[in-house]
């Protein structure tokens, strides 16, 4: 799943699940779950996630969701392989965008 978010500093928790596609208690649940995911908070407590966070929730989504991980399967993934697995990552997330572009390019034709 690509995840279209306009760039801003940070996003809501709304923002963000729209973004997924979940519930915010996913989110939410994610951010228990996961140490790479530590949102800021204001004086109100609203969870405010900055480019990093999504990076990384869209890294746990990849895993969990379309890989089939569980959740510790994913957390040990991510602490034992990130680098490498975050490399993997931008290497298909660049791909689907170049194959999305020749499709719009073919379908011009």
């Not at 989110?27 to 996630?49: C, S």
Request: proline share 3%; net charge positive.
């Amino acid at each position: 799943m690509q995840v279209e978010l306009p760039e801003k500093r940070y996003y809501s928790i709304g923002e963000v699940a729209k973004a997924f596609k979940v519930n915010t208690s996913l989110i939410r649940f994610w951010e228990k779950e996961f140490d790479v995911i530590k949102p800021k908070k204001n004086a109100k407590g609203n969870r405010k996630f900055t480019p990093e966070d999504i990076k990384n929730l869209e890294l746990i989504y990849h895993l969990v969701k379309e890989r089939g991980f569980t959740l510790e399967g994913a957390k040990t993934h991510l602490k034992e392989e990130k680098q490498k697995t975050l490399s993997n990552f931008d290497i298909v997330r660049k791909l689907e965008k170049i194959k999305t572009s020749l499709i719009n390019i073919k379908n011009q034709l």
